[in-house]
């Protein structure tokens, strides 16, 4: 009796494992399974979001802030590629970026491109404009 079962575990065992070579594996539809290939529109609404608020900035801190951040060059680079001191970077930067968060915060974000109804340019909060000597 003993011989019989473990005969007839062996061959379940074999059929279970042959079943599986020769099926391909079967995907699960479950929500907590991330899809195969990532939806990139979220970063779409972002790169649109950040775009509409950099618009909004003075020139000079825009130009800061793009060979800061998006073009990762060092403090040291940026001012450089700019023609102004180092000093002048780090200052415009945390302007830049100060402005940026008034933005973010005030929801002026979802207009993208500021106020271009009236045909001027977005005004800057109070006291981020820098003057430029």
Known sequence: MRGWLLTVARNIITDRYRAR???PPEVS???AAPPVEGDHA???VDTMTVLGALDRLSPEHR???TELYYRQHS???AADRLGIPAG???SRSHYALKALRAVFTDGGAEEFG???RSGRPPQQPGGLREVVA
């Open 63 to 65: 130009d800061v802030l």
């Open 21 to 23: 070579a020769a099926r």
């Open 29 to 31: 539809g479950s929500e």
């Open 42 to 44: 979220d970063s779409v």
């Open 88 to 90: 002048t970077v780090k």
């Open 75 to 77: 403090v040291a680079e």
């Open 114 to 116: 500021g106020n271009r």
